[in-house]
C-alpha cells in the first residue's frame, strides 16, 4: 500500500470518530452512577410492646393502727366482703378500762371540788402563811432559852460519851465497844443542837424567807383554782382524752374499707400483730387491669393515653383482647431492673379464667 493511501485512512478514521462523539455517541460508553436507594419503614417499627402484670384497679394490704393480740379472725381466703365488714379484733380489755378511767376523770373535773379538798387547800394556805410568818419574825426569849437548853445537854452528852470512849480507845477492838456507837450519836446529837442554836439566835436568811413566800403564793394558787372550778381548757383537755380512748377501741377492729375479695390472709387468733404490718389483701376482682412492668424510656414518648392496645396472656396462648391505655405513670420506676414508666391499661370483655398476678403482653401500633 502507498503512503497515500494510509494517510487517506487516517483521515477518514479521524473524521468519523469526531462525528460519533458529536451524535452523543459517548453516552453510550460512560459509566453510568449508582442511583442511592429510598428507604422506608418496616411496619414493625412503630409497635410498642411490653410485658405487665394483671392487678385489681382497686387494691389494698390491711393491717391493724395499734399493736395488740389478735382474738378474733372473721374472714378467710376467699371470703367476699363489704365496705366496713369486721375482718379481724384485738383484745381491748385495757381500752376499755382506758375509756372507764378517761370518763371518770372527766366527770370529776366537770363536777368540780369537792369540799374536802378545798379542806385540804385551805390547811395548807394556813401553814404556808404560818410558815412564813414564823420566818420573818425573830425568835422569843422561850424559842432561845429552849434551842440553848439543848444546846447545854448535848454538850454534856458529848463530853461524858467523850470520857467513856477514851477509856477502851487503845484496844484494837474499839469500833466493836458499844462506847464507839454512843460517842457517834453524841457527836450528831451536839451539831443538830448546835446548828438549831444559831438558827434562832440570828434568824431565819433572806433565802429561807423567799422559800417560805413562794410557797404562800402556790398555796394561794392552788386554792384560788379549787374554788374557781374547771376551767374550758382543763374539760377540753379530758374530753380529748376520752376521744382518744374511744378510737384506740374503735382501731382494735380491722374492717374492710372497700368491696371485695379475700386473696390473702396472714395472721391467727392468738398472734400478736404490730402497727402497720399487713395481715390481710383485699382486691376488687371485678375489674382488673394490666400495669406494665418493662416499658421502657426509650418507647414511653410514643404512648399516649387512649392508645388502642392488643393483649395476650400466657395463660390464653393463641387469644388476643383489646384494650387501651388509660394511665401513664408520671415517673419511672425501677421495675425489670431499668428505668420504665408504668402504663395501666384497660381491656374490655376480659375472660374471667384470667386472675390477679398473672402476665400479659401488649402490642401498641403508634403509626
Do not use: C
Not at 477502851?168 to 450519836?185: E, R, W
Amino acid at each position: 500500500m502507498s503512503m497515500r493511501n494510509i494517510i487517506i485512512g487516517v483521515v477518514v478514521i479521524v473524521i468519523v470518530g469526531g462525528a460519533f462523539l458529536a451524535s452523543g455517541g459517548s453516552n453510550l460508553i460512560a459509566p453510568q452512577p449508582t442511583p442511592t436507594p429510598v428507604s422506608t419503614f418496616n411496619e414493625l417499627d412503630y409497635i410498642v410492646t411490653a410485658s405487665g402484670t394483671l392487678l385489681p384497679a382497686k387494691r389494698a394490704n390491711l393491717g391493724f393502727a395499734n399493736y395488740g393480740r389478735v382474738v378474733h379472725v372473721a374472714v378467710k381466703q376467699g371470703d367476699q366482703v363489704k365496705p366496713g365488714d369486721a375482718l379481724a379484733r384485738l383484745d381491748t380489755t385495757e381500752l376499755e378500762a382506758a375509756i372507764v378511767a378517761a370518763r371518770a376523770n372527766l366527770a370529776a373535773i366537770k363536777a368540780g371540788a369537792t369540799k374536802e379538798e378545798i379542806a385540804v387547800a385551805q390547811a395548807t394556805l394556813a401553814n404556808a402563811q404560818a410558815q412564813f410568818a414564823k420566818a420573818r419574825a425573830p425568835a422569843s426569849p422561850e424559842e432561845i432559852a429552849i434551842a440553848r437548853a439543848a444546846l447545854e445537854r448535848a454538850s454534856f452528852n458529848l463530853r461524858d460519851a467523850q470520857s467513856q470512849y477514851d477509856r477502851v480507845k487503845n484496844d484494837p477492838q474499839v469500833g466493836m465497844y458499844p462506847q464507839s456507837a454512843a460517842l457517834h450519836l453524841a457527836t450528831q446529837e451536839y451539831r443538830t443542837a448546835e446548828a438549831r442554836y444559831q438558827q434562832v439566835t440570828k434568824g431565819a436568811t433572806a433565802e429561807d424567807i423567799r422559800i417560805a413566800e413562794t410557797a404562800v403564793t402556790v398555796a394561794q394558787a392552788n386554792l384560788n383554782r379549787v374554788q374557781a372550778g374547771a376551767r374550758a381548757e382543763e374539760i377540753a383537755a379530758a374530753q380529748a382524752r376520752v376521744d382518744q380512748a374511744i378510737a384506740g377501741l374503735n382501731a382494735a377492729t380491722l374492717v374492710a374499707p372497700f368491696a371485695g375479695t379475700i386473696v390473702a390472709v396472714n395472721v391467727r387468733e392468738g398472734e400478736t400483730v404490730l402497727p402497720g404490718v399487713a395481715v390481710f389483701t383485699l382486691g376488687d376482682l371485678s375489674l382488673l387491669r394490666l400495669e406494665t412492668d418493662d416499658l421502657s424510656e426509650t418507647n414511653i414518648a410514643r404512648v399516649i393515653e387512649n392508645q388502642t392496645v392488643d393483649v395476650t396472656f400466657e395463660a390464653l396462648p393463641g387469644k388476643k383482647f383489646q384494650g387501651k391505655v388509660i394511665t401513664i405513670a408520671p415517673i419511672a420506676s425501677a421495675k425489670q431492673g431499668g428505668t420504665n414508666y408504668t402504663v395501666t391499661i384497660e381491656i374490655a370483655n376480659l375472660d374471667r379464667a384470667l386472675r390477679w398476678g398473672m402476665t400479659g403482653h401488649i402490642e401498641i401500633n403508634t403509626r
